[in-house]
């Protein structure tokens, strides 16, 4: 655990000091974009609660979660950073993705990885209408593109993958 924590710090540090350093100019373009991608997320969760997506997932147990680790990303702590909200503290103790607290996840839906907000598992698929899934694919694709305009900021490939 203390190994992972202190990746977890180094990482943090590093990507802090990265948003630091950014011109008054580029943080204001970073704020407005990381404010759109938080809206587009929760506008993606919006359309899986409507076949309520979170009673499938306590069904079976989030499964999904407890194999998908480490996706959190530079871009999604910097869009902690620019929107100013407070960082969660992951759990590297539960032998589960560290970003699953009880009951639920740590991160609000707004905010977590692209890889978290974007599975949806046959159970919740099947039960979207043919409409819903295209709309959904579509803000993926749409949600992929914000990424990478916040990556785009920044020195090629500094941001990219996950942080961890």
Not at 8 to 17: D, S
Not at 130 to 148: I, P
Request: aromatic share 10%; hydrophobic share 40%; proline share 5%.
């Amino acid at each position: 655990m203390a190994d992972w924590d202190h990746e977890w710090q180094e990482a943090v540090g590093r990507v802090t000091a990265a948003f630091e350093r950014l011109p008054a100019a580029v943080r204001g373009e970073l704020a407005g974009g990381a404010r759109a991608m938080v809206a587009h997320k929760e506008a993606m969760q919006r359309l899986v609660a409507r076949v309520d997506a979170a009673t499938h997932c306590a069904g079976c147990g989030g499964a999904c979660c407890v194999k998908g680790k480490y996706h959190f990303s530079a871009v999604d702590l910097l869009v902690y950073l620019a929107t100013d909200k407070p960082l969660f503290t992951p759990r590297f103790d539960n032998g589960l993705c560290p970003f699953l607290g009880e009951p639920e996840c740590l991160i609000p839906s707004g905010y977590r990885p692209f890889n978290c907000i974007t599975f949806n598992c046959d159970l919740i698929e099947d039960q979207l209408t043919r409409d819903e899934v295209s709309r959904f694919y579509r803000m993926e694709q749409e949600l992929a593109a914000r990424y990478a305009d916040i990556r785009g900021l920044f020195p090629a490939r500094s941001m990219d993958g996950s942080l961890l």
